[in-house]
């Protein structure tokens, strides 16, 4: 009975001695604390990547318990490497100087039915350069009999 509490106990201490940590953390700008969504996280030390989801929020398992991560973030007008201390609080908060992205009005114009199908009939010699631009196809028209429509022809 000893030797098999002795051996649990082994078990038990060499299965936490290679657990992996888990950090989790939400990116966060500096100017507004705004969450940053669908950032690229990567943990330079294990060469482990994360995408933030909307609310900035990610994990990353770390190999051994270290007080400072190198990050390597990527979002929309950042992208550089930040060493994080660690707060052990879950999710931890890493703030990151990402600018702000200021947008241009733009105009857009509409077209018919017609314009569409004509500029898609322009781009098939770019599109397709080496294929054949025929294909098998039929269409049906209604006909007009006494000014009713009658029947498809």
């Given at each position: 009975m000893r030797s098999c509490s002795i051996f649990f106990i082994i078990c038990v201490q060499g299965i936490l001695c290679c657990a992996q940590n888990?950090?989790?953390g939400v990116l966060l700008t500096v100017n507004d604390s705004t969450v940053i969504p669908f950032a690229s996280v990567k943990l330079i030390a294990t060469d482990e990547m994360q995408i933030t989801d909307e609310f900035g929020a990610f994990s990353l398992s770390t190999a051994k318990d270290s007080a400072?991560?190198?990050l390597e973030i990527a979002a929309l007008n950042y992208h550089g490497?930040?060493?994080h201390?660690?707060?052990y609080a879950s999710p931890e908060k890493i703030y990151v100087p990402a600018g702000s992205i200021f947008l241009d009005s733009i105009e857009i114009k509409g077209y018919t039915a017609q314009q569409?199908?004509?500029k898609a009939v322009e781009q098939?010699?770019?599109l397709y350069p080496d294929s054949a631009y025929v294909a098998n196809a039929?269409?049906?028209q209604i006909h007009?009999?006494?000014?009713?429509f009658v029947r498809l022809i």
């Amino acid at each position: 009975m000893r030797s098999c509490s002795i051996f649990f106990i082994i078990c038990v201490q060499g299965i936490l001695c290679c657990a992996q940590n888990i950090f989790q953390g939400v990116l966060l700008t500096v100017n507004d604390s705004t969450v940053i969504p669908f950032a690229s996280v990567k943990l330079i030390a294990t060469d482990e990547m994360q995408i933030t989801d909307e609310f900035g929020a990610f994990s990353l398992s770390t190999a051994k318990d270290s007080a400072i991560l190198e990050l390597e973030i990527a979002a929309l007008n950042y992208h550089g490497i930040i060493s994080h201390k660690r707060t052990y609080a879950s999710p931890e908060k890493i703030y990151v100087p990402a600018g702000s992205i200021f947008l241009d009005s733009i105009e857009i114009k509409g077209y018919t039915a017609q314009q569409v199908i004509q500029k898609a009939v322009e781009q098939i010699p770019f599109l397709y350069p080496d294929s054949a631009y025929v294909a098998n196809a039929f269409y049906r028209q209604i006909h007009m009999e006494n000014k009713k429509f009658v029947r498809l022809i």
